[in-house]
């Protein structure tokens, strides 16, 4: 998920432009480093149209398959079998504590 995440930089057409790499730099080695390191992306706006496109464009369309689906469809698992019909299965048979009744 963290593809379609961008950290994105603007003022490269007023900014000095060494002082802007620096600081995007320090922001990408820094907070934003985990994000990066996941498959995000950083990218600079430079105030016209192209670059905004370019920044959009750059995040992709093609459509990722959730983990069911890639359960059911490509290792053929009965719903039972996948992650989230195991988990829905465990919270429908857990052993819950009693409500507390209200005044006793």
């Given at each position: ?15 000095n ?21 996941a498959?995000?992306?950083?990218e ?61």
């Amino acid at each position: 998920m963290a593809d379609r995440v961008r950290l994105v930089t603007t003022m490269w057409g007023e900014a000095n432009e060494e002082l802007a790499e620096r600081t995007e730099s320090r922001v990408t080695a820094g907070p934003w480093k985990a994000l990066l390191g996941a498959g995000s992306g950083c990218e600079r706006f430079f105030n016209t149209k192209q670059s905004a496109w370019n920044i959009v464009r750059g995040l992709g369309d093609s459509k990722k398959a959730l983990l069911l689906q890639r359960e059911l469809v490509d290792i053929s698992l009965e719903f039972v079998q996948t992650t989230v019909g195991r988990q829905l299965h465990l919270g429908t048979t857990q052993v819950r504590p009693p409500f507390a009744v209200r005044g006793s």
